[in-house]
């Protein structure tokens, strides 16, 4: 296991359309967070998994977003009705279950257009 | 809630000198504080961390100092190299340990 590993990396739609991001955390990490940067900022939290409970999804930017964790493994980010506002990077991040030792993925890079 | 600020947004520095990269945060009750490394298309690579028990922590080639008195981190790199150039970001967490908060970046440009 090298990593936390996101999938796809570049996605190009057209707006009101639905996205899905894939995210595999290192394996052995019961933490997954998701995370938003848009250019020239830092990374925004999004919310977070502690295995397949999301203990905080306050911070998610509106009801189109939404993520899972199913079986406590990989998660899934889905934006619906997408808007040319949420053309960001969506970056995960997993680290072991105290919450330290944050490791990110490369990211997907989401164009609206 | 907790925000983290950096003083300059861009720093260039000549190939072989020491960079200083701060960082201000808000929130005198947190505890853990990581300096991460962004290079163009990719995540961002921890560096380096610190707790709040501390007051410096060294790497190779990286010191980070943390003052609470003034609630300021820096991150200092040692003999600067051209593969340093990238964008830096101070991040804090909050007291669950659950959320980082990130500042804006420094963009480091190191000249040859």
């Known amino acids: 296991d090298t990593g936390v590993s996101q999938d796809p990396r570049h996605k190009i739609t057209k707006r009101g359309q639905n996205v899905t991001f894939r995210c595999d955390p290192i394996?052995?990490?019961?933490?997954l967070y998701w995370y938003r940067q848009t250019l020239g900022q830092g990374p925004e939290f999004l919310t977070y998994?502690?295995?397949?409970?999301?203990?905080?999804k306050s911070r998610l930017l509106s009801d189109r977003f939404s993520a899972e964790r199913p079986k406590g493994s990989f998660s899934t980010l889905e934006i619906q009705r997408t808007e040319q506002g949420d053309s960001a990077m969506y970056l995960c991040?997993?680290?072991?279950?105290?919450?330290?030792?944050?490791?990110f993925g490369s990211g997907t890079r989401l164009t609206v257009v | 809630g907790e925000s983290v600020g950096l003083h300059l947004p861009t720093l260039s520095v000549q190939e072989g000198d020491n960079s200083i990269i701060n960082c201000a945060y808000s929130?005198?009750?947190?505890?853990?504080f990581i300096w991460y490394k962004q290079e163009s298309g990719k995540g961002p690579q921890f560096i380096i961390d610190?707790?709040?028990?501390?007051d410096k922590r060294q790497g190779q080639r990286v010191t980070v100092l943390l003052n609470k008195t003034v609630k300021h981190l820096s991150l200092q790199i040692a003999a600067t190299q051209p593969g340093d150039s990238a964008v830096y970001f101070c991040?804090?967490?909050?007291?669950?340990?659950?959320?980082?908060?990130f500042g804006g970046g420094t963009r480091l440009m190191v000249k040859p």
């Open positions: 991040a997993s680290s072991p279950a105290y919450g330290y030792g944050y490791t």
């Open positions: 394996s052995e990490h019961n933490r």
């Open positions: 998994f502690q295995n397949e409970a999301q203990l905080e």
């Open positions: 929130n005198s009750a947190s505890d853990y």
């Open positions: 610190i707790r709040s028990n501390m």
């Open positions: 991040a804090v967490t909050n007291n669950a340990g659950n959320m980082l908060t």
